[in-house]
């Protein structure tokens, strides 16, 4: 719990006189927010934390202090009431955030975003947020804003602008959740008020639309396993990792890529998910098993199942460009192998996980029990994966009607 204080400090001004700061603590860490203000020692009372009579202009100033004192106050009460666990930095955001957000612009908040996941590590999550910042700002032609000018209107108009340039309902979505994030984390920072949110009027929700249906069927798999890769060698790797990803419960792209030897542990293939960071542990089938054979005998250089990342000492941002640039080719790879195999659907790499779900329902698995494999945390999710399966279903009951 955040406790306040106005205080003044020990060590003198240049002209003698003692600051007065407010002082926040929290888990024994403190911060001082200074007041702009100052006294000589034996103009302070520090058991009350006011001005004596001595001051002067005592009587305004300790209204003022007092004004302050109830600010901090009022702070952390909401904080409390909301369930919120403020920090030192997010008290102080919004300590000097009051009345109005404009310490900081969207641009500026949204670089600081950037650069701080990049820190942590985050930097595929870096990445979107900047590329969704490139197209807000291509669309207001690079005006500085501020959180309350962004309306429901502009939102409006943004929507619009993405539409004349081929945006469709899913892209457009991508690019309205990232803004919402934004602007719910500059609310949790105190660089926003809530009275000024505007995605309660505009709604996401309708850009819901029908997705196209990403799962191929069992058969259409099995063409893809039974791939002539010596007909077609440079489809070796790709085929190797998508057929791997469906085997494993649709394990994504970024996982493989990071998959070491060490996460095979006698029959299984242990690992965190990156995503979700959940913790798998899969039993290696057949197929599986022959692709790491296939590749443990090439003894590479790297701890690395797959020849994706090539130096066992890559930062995660050179793992970010590694994962780009390979995705790219796979993803490419993929339409020429549909083709190939002469399967009609548009193949990806989401297309494996989707198909796992998706088969697994078709040969009588419990939802509960894919949502389990794939680590979904609530069936819901599991559900829209396995939504254009319940079509097909209800459309093959109708069609017994002819």
Not at 158 to 173: K, M, Q, T
Request: a positive charge; hydrophobic letters at 35%; proline letters at 2%.
């Amino acid at each position: 719990m955040i406790n306040t204080k106005i205080v003044q400090r020990a060590k003198p001004l240049s002209n003698g006189t003692y600051p007065i700061y407010l002082r926040v603590t929290k888990d024994r860490k403190t911060k001082f927010i200074s007041l702009k203000l100052s006294c000589e020692k034996s103009q302070w009372n520090e058991t009350k934390s006011e001005l004596r009579k001595s001051a002067s202009n005592y009587s305004q100033l300790n209204k003022s202090l007092d004004e302050i004192g109830k600010r901090a106050e009022k702070i952390v009460s909401d904080a409390l009431g909301k369930g919120d666990d403020l920090t030192l930095d997010e008290f102080e955001a919004q300590f000097f955030n009051f009345k109005t957000d404009k310490r900081i612009t969207v641009n500026e908040f949204w670089d600081e975003h950037i650069e701080d996941m990049n820190k942590s590590g985050r930097t595929g999550n870096a990445r979107f947020f900047k590329d969704s910042k490139n197209s807000f700002f291509k669309f207001l032609e690079n005006t500085k804003i501020y959180f309350k000018d962004i309306t429901p209107a502009l939102l409006d108009k943004y929507e619009v602008f993405l539409r004349s340039n081929g945006g469709i309902d899913s892209g457009i979505a991508v690019k309205m959740r990232a803004l919402r994030a934004l602007y719910n984390s500059a609310i949790k920072k105190g660089y926003a008020q809530k009275e000024n949110y505007p995605f309660d009027a505009y709604k996401l929700s309708k850009l819901k639309g029908k997705g196209n249906k990403r799962a191929i069927s069992s058969d259409d798999i099995m063409k893809i396993k039974n791939l002539n890769t010596e007909e077609h060698p440079t489809l070796l790797n790709t085929k190797n990792y998508f057929v791997f990803s469906y085997y494993t419960g649709g394990m994504n792209f970024f996982d493989m890529m990071k998959l070491t030897w060490d996460n095979i542990v006698g029959d299984r293939i242990i690992y965190i998910r990156s995503k979700t960071k959940g913790r798998f542990t899969i039993k290696i089938l057949e197929p599986v098993q022959e692709i790491l054979d296939y590749y443990k005998k090439q003894q590479r250089d790297t701890n690395y199942v797959f020849p994706i990342i090539l130096r066992d000492d890559s930062t995660p941002i050179q793992l970010e460009y590694r994962k780009e640039k390979t995705l790219k080719r796979f993803n490419s790879d993929l339409k020429k192998i549909a083709d190939i195999c002469e399967i009609e659907h548009k193949i990806t790499s989401y297309v494996a996980r989707h198909s796992f779900a998706t088969n697994l329902k078709q040969k009588g698995v419990s939802t509960d029990v894919i949502s389990e494999a794939m680590g979904h945390q609530n069936l819901a999710i599991t559900q829209a994966y396995l939504k254009e399966l319940e079509n097909d279903v209800i459309d093959d009951a109708f069609s017994k009607l002819l």
